[in-house]
């Protein structure tokens, strides 16, 4: 019989790595802009309604200059608040 591996709940790219309360933390780094923009907003779109009831909260990890403040300005659009915050490591 052949048995399916358990899908680890810690993923990266096309899905959260780790869920803490409420928050969900999504690590996009080593991917260049516009690469990590495309799952980042598909995320916020098809959790939209958690979003805006505030349920959760995201946490988008992201080592790209360039994509942190695309990513940042395209969900601002979207209308949700959004802050950038530099960590080390």
């Known amino acids: 019989m052949n048995h ?6 810690r993923r990266s790219l096309h899905g959260p790595i780790a869920v ?3 928050e ?3 690590l996009l780094c080593g991917q260049i802009c516009p690469t990590n923009l495309s799952p980042c907003l598909r995320e ?17 990890k992201i080592d ?9 300005e395209a969900v601002k659009i979207m209308g949700y608040q959004v802050s950038v915050d530099k960590c080390e490591g």
């Open 44 to 60: 916020i779109n098809r959790r939209k309604d958690d979003l805006r009831s505030s349920r959760i909260r995201p946490v988008v």
């Open 4 to 9: 399916l591996p358990l899908k680890s709940p």
């Open 24 to 26: 969900i933390e999504y």
């Open 64 to 72: 790209n200059r360039d994509a942190i403040s695309t990513v940042a």
């Open 20 to 22: 803490a309360n409420r």
